[in-house]
């Protein structure tokens, strides 16, 4: 065998080139994992604005956090195969370059996680548009809104009837746009029903007094700045956790979720 010559110039400009392409496209894995992690983000609220619940939208961080990983381990291979390389075109081996494998696992691994995103992204449409499920939100302070189907007045009079029905007692109705009209302030509709019985509540403030502060229940229906119809309510596990209440008592105010589901029919 002839001895070979050390690489020329040419070979390690492209050598370099190389490397400069690997550093490029693990940058823009990593830039690329980023945004999809907060994707996630961008898709709850717009879950939010539509009025749906968040849930659907924790895949995006964790195939973010994969794509930047496999970023970085671009980065960390492509500096280990430039420095493998110009060592081998230093002492004019005919090695061939390693990359070939790596770079086809990446391409594969890439192609794995778009179709991963692609089905994310379908699923959560599908959610979306799933008929026979009410879409709903829960904010960070414990209250539940959901539509309606109805205008204000006709879903205050359906909970008056469902409340009627069960023998729950309607304590009070506070019409507040109306209180609004009378001060001189323009207001939608929007009224609040406080209604409950004894029998149920009162064994929640005997374990925990402060519940009286959000005892009896309320549901309050309002109108959207956009004409749809409302309505919010504290969620019952939210007040379990603020007022600390055994589980045991929990069917007591439990029923505020199917009476609200069952009004906004």
């Not at 009025?51 to 970023?71: D, H, K, Q």
Request: contains cysteine; neutral net charge; hydrophobic residues 50%.
């Amino acid at each position: 065998m002839y001895p070979l010559k050390k690489g020329s110039l040419s070979d390690f400009l492209a050598a370099e080139r190389t490397f400069l392409a690997w550093i490029r496209t693990g940058l823009a894995l990593a830039g690329f994992g980023f945004v999809i992690a907060r994707f996630g983000l961008f898709l709850r609220e717009m879950r939010y604005d539509a009025g749906l619940a968040a849930s659907g939208t924790r895949g995006s961080p964790a195939i973010g956090a994969i794509i930047v990983f496999g970023g970085a381990l671009a980065l960390v291979w492509s500096a280990w195969s430039y420095t493998r390389l110009v060592g081998q075109l230093k002492r004019g081996e005919t090695e061939s370059p390693p990359g070939t494998a790596f770079a086809v696992v990446m391409a594969l691994l890439m192609a794995a996680l778009g179709v991963a995103l692609a089905i994310h992204l379908l699923t959560f449409n599908a959610a979306a548009r799933q008929p026979g499920e009410e879409p709903h939100m829960l904010s960070e302070n414990g209250v539940v809104t959901i539509p309606s189907h109805h205008p204000v007045d006709t879903a205050v009079q359906k909970i008056e009837e469902i409340l009627s029905a069960k023998g729950i007692k309607l304590f009070a109705i506070v019409d507040h746009s109306g209180e609004a009209g009378t001060a001189g302030f323009q207001m939608r509709p929007c009224k609040l029903l406080i209604f409950g019985n004894p029998a149920a509540g009162t064994p929640l403030m005997l374990a925990s007094p402060s519940a009286a502060l959000d005892l009896p229940l309320k549901i309050l229906v309002w109108e959207k700045a956009d004409g749809t119809t409302w309505l919010s309510y504290n969620d019952s596990g939210y007040l379990q956790h603020r007022h600390a209440l055994p589980d045991s008592l929990m069917r007591n105010i439990a029923v505020i979720d199917a009476l609200a589901a069952k009004a906004a029919e």
